[in-house]
Structures are given as C-alpha cells and as structure tokens.
C-alpha cells in the first residue's frame, strides 16, 4: 500500500505540473499581452517596459514557466530595483485589479466555498442514497417510479432556476429564511447553517438527483450478486444483507463520482454563489473572467485541478476500504 500511494502522488505532482504549464501557456503565450492588461489603457511605454520586467516577460519562455513553478514551492523574487518585489511561498502572482496576492486572496475565499460544498454535499448524499437505495429495493414498484420520475425530473432543472424558486418560495413568500449571507463559522454556528441552508438546497436537489439514479442501478446489480444470494440463504437479517454487504459494494461508482464533483465544489460553485452572493472562490473567479484578471483565473484553475486530483486519489484509497474485494 505504501508503495502503491508513493507510485500515486508521483502520478499526482506530474499530472499538476502538466495542468500548469498548459494553464500557464493559456494565459501567457496567446496573443493577449498580460502587462499591457496590467497596465490599463492610458500607459506610456516605458511603464509598459517596466511591467513587462516585473513580471518577467521580458525572459526566455522557459525561464518564465520555471520561475512560475519554482516560485509556486519556494517563492520568488518579481522585478528588480525599485520595481523588485518578493512573492512568499507559494507563489501564485499578484491579482491585476487590486495588487494582492492571489494565494492570499483564494485562502481568504476558500472557507466560504468549503462551507457551502461540504454542506451540500452531506445533503445531496443523504437524499440521493435514500432514495436510490429505496428504488432499488422497490424495483418496478410505485415507489420505484415516482422516486426516478421525481429524480428526473430534478436533473432537468438548472441549479440558477432552483435557486431562484427558493429565494421566491422560502424568502420572499414564506419568509422561513433570511436572505443567505456568509457567517463564520465559528463565530455563530446556527447563523452559519441557515445563512448556508438555501445554497445547500439548491446544489444538493440536482445532485441528489443524480446520485438517486447512479445508487438505483448500482444496487440492483450487486443485489443481484452471488453472494447477495448466499447471504440471503444463511438466514443473515435483511438490513445486514441491504447496507453491509450490498450498500458497502454498490458504493464504488458513488465514490467516483462524489470525489470529482466534491473536488470541483471546493475550488467554487461559479453560478450559486453569483446567486446567492456568497463570496467564495466561484464568485471571485466570475469577476477575474469579467475583468480579465489573468493571475486569478489561473490560480483558481490550478487550486481546482488540484483537488480534483487530490479527491481521485483519496477516491482510489477508499476503494479498498468500502470494498475489500479491490485489496486483491
């Protein structure tokens, strides 16, 4: 196992340094000029010159990109004279719009985004096995077909007309919750939970949605195993056959799935939190794309690469402990 985790996170290191130098070549070799954006309309020249300096493009194209890598595990000294400036580890480059560090800024975000997936998530899982598991079990009943209708019928709606329909029916009509802005944590935890409450709901009804469907058809095919068979014929309990020998196999797909979309959760839910207003990752990287704000859009390119890549290896090591089978 050691072994096997040591061969992965080298897989891991080459797979981020391959999604960086493509993201890198994106936004630095394109025909856009990143120092005339930097430097705004209404720029002489020689400011243009000096910009190109500090951000070192005035250097060959190999220097650039290994500065920009090495600079993302070590740090890196940006400019020189009394344009020099020292970008601390790790260095992610300075946002164009209001000259702080793009590190800085994604980790001032990433506790609201991380809220807002991880509650969700809990959520769309809950719901979305429930159901699918029930299905399965009530297959080709009344049950079963209201739940994939329903569950349908939920995949088909845009997570911007959900989240509307809840700010009308909940906010402005029932008056149930208060209009979501983001509270810490730690300050007031039940400010926290109803702040984040309709976000939750509006990412966890398409996802649920989704998650009923993949949980239905996984376990009608591992109800339908051998060994569900035996265990059934030695007389085991019902619900130890459904969750320990049937629920525990059948939810290798689910955790494929839920690593990639937890992943891309974390580095921001673009249109929820423009929605909402909540102020995460997603939304700072709608208004780096509105403004052209190059540093921020790959940064939040590169943290969102990173934890997908990150939430497939942990996916593969759970693999082993949902389902002994996979340890042979």
């Known amino acids: 196992m050691t072994v096997y985790i040591g061969r992965r996170l080298l897989g891991v290191i080459g797979v981020l340094i391959a999604i960086a130098a493509v993201t890198f070549t ?44 090495t600079g993302i595990f070590t740090g890196r000294t940006m400019g020189s004279g009394q344009y020099e400036l ?42 979305g096995l429930t159901a699918g598991v029930t299905a399965a079990l009530r297959k080709d009943t009344l049950t079963d077909r209201t739940l994939m209708v329903g569950a349908v019928a939920a995949a088909s709606l845009p997570v911007y007309f959900t989240s509307v329909m809840l700010i009308y029916g909940l906010i402005r009509v ?21 702040n984040l409450l ?12 989704m998650y009923a469907r993949q949980s239905r058809s996984s376990m009608i095919e591992t109800m339908a195993e051998p060994y ?3 265990a059934r014929a030695k007389g085991l309990p019902r619900r130890t056959v459904v969750v320990k020998h049937g629920l525990r196999a059948g939810m290798t797909p689910i955790l494929t799935i839920f690593g990639m979309d937890l992943g891309g959760l974390l580095a921001g839910a673009v249109i929820t939190e423009s929605i909402f207003g909540i102020p ?3 939304r700072l990287f709608y208004g780096a794309l509105s403004t052209g704000d190059q540093p921020v859009i790959l940064g939040v390119t590169l943290l969102a690469a990173t934890f997908i890549v990150v939430a ?12 002994p089978r996979v340890r042979y």
């Open 86 to 127: 020292h970008c601390d580890f790790p260095c992610l480059g300075y946002s164009y719009e209001n000259s702080e560090a793009v590190w800085g800024l994604l980790m001032d975000r990433l506790p609201v985004s991380a809220s807002l997936a991880l509650g969700a998530a809990v959520l769309w899982l809950v719901l």
């Open 280 to 282: 995460g990752i997603g």
């Open 26 to 69: 994106i936004f630095y070799v394109l025909p856009s000029d990143p120092a005339a954006a930097a430097c705004g309309k209404s720029c002489s020249t020689e400011r243009l010159t000096a910009i190109r300096a500090h951000m070192g493009l005035d250097q060959p194209l190999w220097r650039q990109f290994a500065d920009f890598t």
């Open 198 to 209: 309709l976000p939750w709901l509006a990412l966890a009804i398409l996802y649920a949605a």
């Open 312 to 323: 497939n290896l942990a996916v593969d090591l759970l693999y082993a402990v949902v389902d």
């Open 174 to 194: 029932a008056g149930l919750l208060p209009y979501p802005k983001y509270v810490e944590f730690t300050s007031d935890p039940l400010a926290w939970a109803s």
């Open 228 to 230: 569900i068979r035996t």
